[in-house]
Nanobody, 125 residues
């Protein structure tokens, strides 16, 4: 069984930067897509970014050019570097992985079988 643990959340002022980390442990095996999703209060969970095992990246339009996802397969970690943060980025950020099966639709929560507990990111104006 694979466990995902996020770290790096917290409070930051608008325009600032923050880096989130997600560490995978257990029988990690070949994880396909790894992604970040976020959920703001009163809103549905939404896709932020995803990365393939070979490093191809995908982003939501709302974060493109500001966020960068990266992956270290040897260390079983995935990162989300967030720059030029806005109050609208405030949310609980969750790391997700496709461990059991590969699905091409990387932006759908239902296509990930393993999730972390989430880390809060608060951006103040």
């Amino acid at each position: 069984q694979v466990q995902l643990v996020e770290s790096g959340g917290g409070w930051v002022q608008a325009g600032g930067s923050q880096r989130l980390s997600c560490a995978a442990s257990g029988r990690t095996g070949n994880k396909y897509f790894m992604g970040w999703f976020r959920q703001a209060p009163g809103k549905e969970c939404e896709f932020v970014a995803a990365v393939t095992r070979l490093g191809t990246t995908y982003y939501a339009d709302s974060v493109k050019g500001r966020f960068t996802i990266s992956r270290d397969n040897a260390a079983n970690k995935v990162y989300l570097q967030m720059n030029s943060l806005k109050p609208a980025d405030t949310a609980v950020y969750c790391c997700a992985a496709q461990v059991k099966n590969y699905y091409s639709d990387y932006d759908r929560t239902a296509k990930y079988d393993t999730w972390g507990q989430g880390t809060q990111v608060t951006v103040s104006s």
